[in-house]
């Protein structure tokens, strides 16, 4: 037993010495197949080109026209000629108001108009009178002057009483209230039986004229001041011209047909809010667009020859942006670099620290210091930046 043991024991170590011999002194783990040189990364080299910067502002919408109908005198309302959401044409009836007393006030004027009639013709025939009396010294012309101011005071008074005849009749007509523009009718407070005057709290209806919208929108002090400084121009109306044409996000985050032109910018800043309105103006031919919607204004950046890098080839330290360089060695270096705060997308558009031709890691890079080496694997720009650049 004792010499079986010897023997196993010698056999396992002249196969321990063999198997030495025969890896050729090499480390067993080089033998696994673990690589010793630079690993390859993914590089992409900067170019410059043109793209578009787009930011999104929330606004109100407002017709061009947005009228309160209200009464012009005190009555009940007879009938209602119009629905709410309905589209009116200027001087199209919208209410009629019962008033009685403006029909006897028409009545009662015109009475007095035959009544000042009468006077003016006795006045007349009691002058044309006593002026041949007079020629003939019959009378005195005290007589004559007397029948003279008489038929003037006959004749104010029938202009008088023409002139209340026609303020009866204006506010007769007010029993009828008619649109005093085209547009959309909107809601409609009162109903068929209700008491009204002028003096009332609600209006009848409001009459939005919606085929042009305004998109009321506002800009920060920083906001206003770039597009200040990008846009071309001498006086603030100058600069109004040269903004690009804006567009319009509607609720349901669709993008509305038409695009829109902004035309006027308050020349204050308002001190609670720190900000500037600007309005905006959009067609609304189908009427789409209504008054006290919610939009959002959406104002394109034209840039020329900007460089761009993805946002995932950034990391972030102490608050700064940072990307990794590739020289032509393969030696890695992370480099700063200073952004502007809007961005395109997925990309952050590079205002210094990077130059056209540069090459850099596109990921993966969590565990890359500087002075390392690397196997380059270029990717094409094209497809890297197909989505930032202008179609």
């Known amino acids: 037993m004792k010499q079986s043991s010897l023997l196993f024991s010698l056999m396992g170590i002249t196969g321990l010495f063999i198997a030495s011999c025969s890896s050729g002194g090499k480390d067993p783990k080089a033998a696994a197949g673990k690589p010793t ?25 407002e017709g061009q026209q947005n009228v309160d109908i209200r009464p012009k005198i005190d009555g009940f309302i007879e009938k209602i000629y119009v629905d709410e959401g309905a589209t009116v044409k200027l001087g199209q009836p919208l209410f009629k108001i019962n008033a009685p007393q403006y029909e006897q006030a028409v009545r009662t004027a015109e009475a007095a108009i ?60 007010y029993t009828v209230v008619n649109s005093p523009a085209n547009g959309v009718i909107g809601t ?41 400084r990008d846009t071309k121009g001498r006086t603030l109306e100058d600069k109004i011209k040269q903004i690009p044409a804006v567009t319009l996000v509607l609720a349901d985050g669709s993008i509305y047909p038409e695009l829109g032109k902004i035309e006027t910018i308050s020349g204050q800043i308002n001190t609670q809010t720190g900000s500037s309105s600007l309005r905006a103006t959009f067609p609304n031919p189908n009427g789409l667009l209504r008054s006290g919607s919610s939009a959002s204004v959406r104002i394109p950046q034209h840039l020329q020859n900007a460089l761009l890098v993805p946002q995932k080839s950034t990391t972030d330290i102490q608050g700064k942006k940072f990307v990794y360089l590739v020289n032509d060695t393969g030696g890695v270096k992370s480099t700063n670099i200073e952004i502007m705060e809007l961005t395109k997308g997925n990309f952050y558009v590079v205002t210094k620290g990077l130059k056209a031709g540069d ?33």
Do not use: C, H, M
């Open 114 to 173: 035959k009544s000042a009639e009468a006077d003016v013709n006795a006045a007349q025939l009691q002058y044309n009178k006593t002026k041949p009396l007079v020629e003939k010294d019959i009378i005195s012309k005290f007589d004559l002057e007397n029948a003279a101011l008489t038929l003037t005071s006959r004749k104010a008074a029938l202009a008088q009483a023409k002139a209340a005849l026609v303020n009866a009749k204006v506010n007769l007509g």
């Open 37 to 61: 040189g630079p690993q390859a990364y993914p590089v992409v080299e900067i170019n410059e080109f043109n793209t578009t910067l787009e930011s999104d502002y929330p606004a109100t919408l």
């Open 359 to 391: 090459k850099f890691i596109l990921e993966g890079f969590a565990s890359l210091k500087d002075g390392d080496k690397v196997k380059p694997a270029p990717k094409p720009a094209d497809s890297v930046f197909a989505d930032a650049k202008n179609k």
């Open 188 to 228: 409609i407070p009162y109903k068929v039986g209700a008491l009204v005057s002028s003096t009332s709290q609600q209006a009848l209806t409001t009459v939005s004229s919606i085929s042009k919208v305004y998109a009321y929108f506002s800009l920060n002090e920083k906001q206003l001041l770039q597009i200040s």
